[in-house]
């Protein structure tokens, strides 16, 4: 374990190409069965690292495989067995440097459902008892925000309130500031403009162990749901002819969603795209399918920033300009950056 961790330690140093004494914001995905970590960095200037103005640059990626197979049910040590991946795979921090890093733990350990803020109460029973009766057996951590803007409605997201602290707890042992556990609807939102440089109606996270649409509301996240989980083995990467029949599912299920948050807020901007991120999002075809099947337009998760680092992984091929694959990495890692703290490759913050 020790010999890992060395190991980790000089590539991340060799892959951010840093000194000590460094600001690091750095953006944790856990998955089913993959972890991905994006970092921002920047210089260490006058006494507080936080508050310096010097630009900011998507500096290291990393990745490793977790020992879980997604397509049976879950082992029942599953919390021990992410929690021991984690604190022997990590990346270990370098001396000097202050590491601030949001999480997001796996898709199918949230919940989300609607609820009124009258009875955000009977929501928080509610995910009580199914977590406790859970292979997670915890009860509920819950975040709440706005659904609509001219609704009371609420999104409840909620997880097992044990494994978070747990993940959090080694997280934080490696040496990493926790600032928060996000959903990932929440990250892809906050960070999209600024990343990307669009303005999307929503977001569609594609991913073979899961997935999930979050319809922008003003610029924060609003309604966010589960879609229909690929039906295509998880064990390689589909063709779009496997993936057509679930994506044309994806795309109702989509519009669904605007419908439905058409009556939370009002009308919807029907021309701003929605951005398609995960990995499956990457795979030729998969925008041009759904576009077909929609009445908007499609783009697909695309980093704007000039410099992207190579990526540390234990895949034998890696395609380098694969950003939608880390979009909710890269998300979470920008949004570690407090509002007005840094600006992003020469350019000001969106």
Known sequence: ???????????????????????????????????????????????????????????????????????????????????????????????????LCNISLPLPWVHYQISSRSDLDLARRQCNEMFENSLLKSAAFLRHWQAGSESDSLVVAATAEQAATRIAQVVADTGYEVKSLLPHGVALIHSANALTQLQPSAIVLLESTGSMVSVVERTACGLTRLLPPCPVP???????????????????????????????????????????????????????????????????????????????????????????????ALSLAYAAIDSGDAAMDGKEKA
């Open 234 to 328: 998880t064990d390689r990467l589909p063709s779009i002819v496997e993936l057509e029949p679930w994506l044309h599912e994806i795309a109702n299920e989509t519009e669904a969603s605007f419908r439905y948050a058409s009556r939370l807020r009002g009308q919807l901007n029907a021309e701003a795209p929605v951005l398609i991120c995960g990995s499956l999002a990457e795979i030729h075809g998969v925008d041009r399918a759904l576009a077909n099947c929609m009445t908007r337009p499609i783009a697909t998760w695309r980093y704007v920033g000039r410099q992207r680092p190579q990526t540390c992984s234990d895949a034998l091929v890696i395609d380098q300009n694969s950003d939608a694959a880390s979009a909710v």
């Open 1 to 99: 374990m020790l010999a890992a961790a060395t190991r980790s330690s000089r590539i991340f140093s060799r892959l951010t190409g840093l000194p000590r004494k460094h600001v690091n914001y750095l953006g944790i995905d856990i998955g089913v069965d993959r972890c991905k970590i994006a970092t921002f960095s920047h210089a260490h200037v006058g006494e507080d690292p936080v508050s310096s103005q010097t630009p900011i640059a998507w500096t290291a990626n990393w990745e490793f495989g977790i020992p879980v197979d997604p397509s049976v049910a879950p082992p029942s040590n599953w919390i021990d067995l992410l929690v021991n991946q984690l604190s022997e795979r990590l990346p270990r921090c370098v001396d000097g440097d202050r590491n």
